[in-house]
C-alpha cells in the first residue's frame, strides 16, 4: 500500500484567530502572508501549524497498515527567518492582489 502526502502540508488549515483579532498582538493587518510580520504572528501560525500537523498525522496514522510508513519532509533550518525566504516579496505581492480582488468580489455580493 502506498500513501501520497502533496505538498499541501505547509498550508494552515485556518487563519489562527488571535491574527484576525483587531486586539490582538499578533493581529496581522488583513494580511495573508507574514514575511514581514511580527514574532506574535509567526507564534500564531507556528501554534497552528503544529496543531495540523498533529492532525495529519493522527489521521494518516489510522490508514496506514501494521509495518507501513510515512515519510513527511519538512526542511525549515533553525534559526532560520522567515524574511530571509527568496520568495519574499512575490508573496507579498501575491497576498496583496488576492486581498484586491477578494474585496472586489465582497463588494459586488453586497
Not at 500500500?1 to 493587518?29: C, F, G, I, R
Not at 495529519?56 to 532560520?80: H, S, Y
Amino acid at each position: 500500500m502506498a500513501v501520497h502526502a502533496s505538498y499541501t502540508l505547509h498550508w494552515l488549515s485556518k487563519v489562527p484567530e488571535e491574527v484576525q483579532d483587531k486586539d490582538s498582538t499578533a493581529w496581522n493587518k488583513g494580511r495573508i502572508y507574514y514575511t514581514r510580520a511580527s514574532n506574535e504572528v509567526a507564534n500564531a501560525d507556528a501554534a497552528q501549524f503544529a496543531k495540523d500537523m498533529d492532525n495529519f498525522l493522527n489521521f494518516r496514522a489510522k490508514e496506514i497498515v501494521v509495518g507501513g510508513m510515512l515519510l513527511v519532509m519538512i526542511f525549515i533550518q533553525d534559526g532560520f527567518h522567515r524574511s530571509q525566504s527568496t520568495g519574499d516579496f512575490l508573496y507579498d505581492e501575491l497576498g496583496s492582489s488576492l486581498m484586491d480582488m477578494a474585496h472586489e468580489v465582497s463588494s459586488d455580493i453586497i
